[in-house]
């Protein structure tokens, strides 16, 4: 891409960010309620590791670290704007953006950028808050290879939720009723990527099942390098699973988008 | 004055607006299925996770497996029933935002009562049963299984919860009407909800106070299954009771107040 094509997007971020403060109020309720799932579970874990310190494995600190982990990973590959697309298109929205000298996708994932880096910053603020007001241990990583090897999977975890979230979205292409598949895609991966707890306190058979999909390799991956729970042939193996995920679903959300803009009608507009 | 012509047309009229969406629900069949799956996966997906949980240990904050369980299921008996009955309150921000609600102000009933019920969630109507089922069962199972008078007792707390719960959504309108870009309100409710999937001795004093008295959702949730374990004495249920109703007038109040502020987005 050159530079006065990459500025487009560069503006779309810059709206995209200045639209998440214009409704400040509700900036502070929607962050309210990802520090209301962080609350209840590190109580939860707390209360289980209150006499041992350890619990199914994990030290106190881990099981805390994870959670709080957790909360700013959501904010940093999590992202609102799929769920967009699926509108636009059942909308006929989607005419409106066609008609203009931009790419779709590179627009949503511009749009979706600005509004993961200012949650990632709020949650990292959040984090430090309730470190200080509860004065847990949390595990800091010094590491500089598990650093390095951290970042990378988170990277490529958020592109791949995005790839798998985007192809969920286009399901709109050929039906109206594209929000509930998605409504259900959510919440099997939020369980299934482990958002919200270490997939391996699952039963064995069942923890064998979830690692198999890519849905693991989102969250659960990430947080157990920066634990430092995964050695580094497990971390480089998990990160070249994300990348043949990645390799698979780029083309094929692109493949799907191509054949939807032929089923595409416009309708609404 | 509540008289028994009035409480008759408003059964007509929730029944009227019911079947206006069960037809909505039927002629998304894809959609309805969909959601209705996504909330069985949470619903299969959290109580799985309680199970696991005790296969490390034996209690979580002095409670056994099935007595997590039962609170973590009169969160969803009390959660789901209120997404039934008062769905409409997620559509209010519209209403407010597009001018709709002055329609709504001229029709011949309460607006209060018609942004609530506007659109009974049969979904949610059917997840029911899975969940009541449950309960039955979860009781049989409880180390001191409880006995009609219990049964009652959390019947009737669990109606002192739909109450706290209604006054909530009522909260939550109002709320719209003051701040028009209030849509994470309600979804904020429903998150502090899930603070009673699980039982609230895990949580600290503040926590637990600010949660039973200020956003009283675990006064809603987790007192019921304390009165079904034999947990809950006299006083704590006249307590509950009386802070059900105070609450639920407050927020009577705040309503009014608020429908005086409305200025209408149309106009």
Same mark, same amino acid.
């Given at each position: 891409m050159r530079v006065a094509g990459a500025k487009k997007y560069w503006v779309v971020f810059k709206i995209s960010w200045q639209k998440e403060l214009e409704y400040r109020f509700n900036f502070l309720l929607a962050r309210l309620r990802s520090v209301l799932v962080m609350l209840l579970l590190t109580f939860v874990w707390l209360a289980l590791t209150?006499?041992?310190?350890?619990f199914a494995g994990y030290s106190q600190a881990e099981l805390v670290t994870y959670v709080f982990g957790i909360n700013v990973l959501r904010s940093v590959?999590?992202? #609102?704007?799929s769920r967009q697309v699926a509108a636009d298109i059942n909308e006929g929205m989607l005419s409106a953006y066609l008609t203009k000298p931009v790419n779709y996708l590179f627009q949503t994932f511009s749009a979706e950028f600005a509004q993961r880096t200012l949650y990632a910053v709020t949650a990292l603020g959040e984090v430090l808050l309730f470190f200080f007001l509860l004065k847990v241990e949390l595990l800091v990583q010094r590491d500089p290879t598990v650093l390095t090897l951290f970042a990378l999977s988170v990277a490529l975890a958020a592109m791949l939720y995005f790839f798998l979230s985007y192809a969920v979205s286009l399901l709109a292409f050929w039906s109206r009723e594209a929000l509930g598949p998605k409504f259900l895609f959510d919440w099997v991966l939020e369980f299934a990527s482990g958002a919200?707890?270490?997939?391996?306190?699952? #039963?064995p058979a069942l923890f064998a099942v979830f690692a198999l999909?890519?849905? #693991?390799?989102?969250m659960y991956l990430p947080m157990e390098i920066y634990l430092g729970r995964a050695d580094l042939n497990a971390a480089l193996r998990g990160i070249a699973l994300q990348a043949v995920w990645i390799a698979l679903f780029g083309p094929a959300v692109l493949w799907i988008w191509r054949r939807g803009l032929r089923k595409y009608t416009g309708e609404g507009m | 004055m509540i008289t028994t012509a009035l409480i008759r047309k408003y059964v007509r009229i929730w029944r009227q607006l019911s079947r206006l969406a069960i037809g909505s629900y039927l002629s998304n069949r894809i959609d309805s299925a969909a959601y209705l799956a996504g909330k069985l996966v949470r619903f299969g997906f959290f109580l799985l996770l309680i199970v696991s949980l005790f296969s490390f240990t034996d209690t979580l904050a002095g409670y056994t497996k099935y007595e997590v369980i039962l609170f973590f299921l009169t969160f969803n008996l009390i959660d789901v029933l209120s997404q039934a009955l008062f769905r409409g309150i997620y559509a209010f921000r519209f209403d407010i935002q597009r001018g709709n609600f002055d329609f709504v102000l001229s029709k011949p009933m309460s607006p209060l009562f018609y942004s609530l019920s506007r659109m009974t969630d049969i979904l949610d109507i059917i997840f029911l049963v899975p969940i009541i089922g449950l309960i039955v069962t979860v009781m049989g199972r409880l180390p001191v299984p409880p006995g009609p008078v219990q049964v009652l007792h959390y019947a009737l707390l669990v109606l002192a919860g739909m109450t706290v719960v209604l006054g909530i959504h009522i909260i939550t309108a109002g709320i719209t009407i003051w701040?028009?870009?209030?849509?994470n309100a309600i979804w904020l409710y429903r998150e502090a909800m899930t603070?009673?999937?699980?039982?609230?001795?895990?949580?600290?004093p503040a926590v637990r106070a600010v949660f039973t008295f200020v956003l009283p959702v675990i006064l809603a949730v987790a007192f019921p299954a304390k009165a079904a374990l034999r947990l809950l004495d006299w006083k704590g249920t006249l307590f509950v009771l009386c802070y059900a109703a105070a609450f639920f007038g407050c927020s009577l109040l705040l309503w009014r107040a608020s429908l005086k502020a409305y200025s209408s987005a149309s106009s």
């Open positions: 209150k006499k041992s310190g350890r590959i999590f992202g #609102a704007q919200y707890f270490p997939l391996d306190i699952l #039963a999909l890519p849905f #693991a390799l989102v | 701040k028009l870009e209030s849509e603070l009673g999937r699980f039982p609230p001795e895990i949580y600290s």
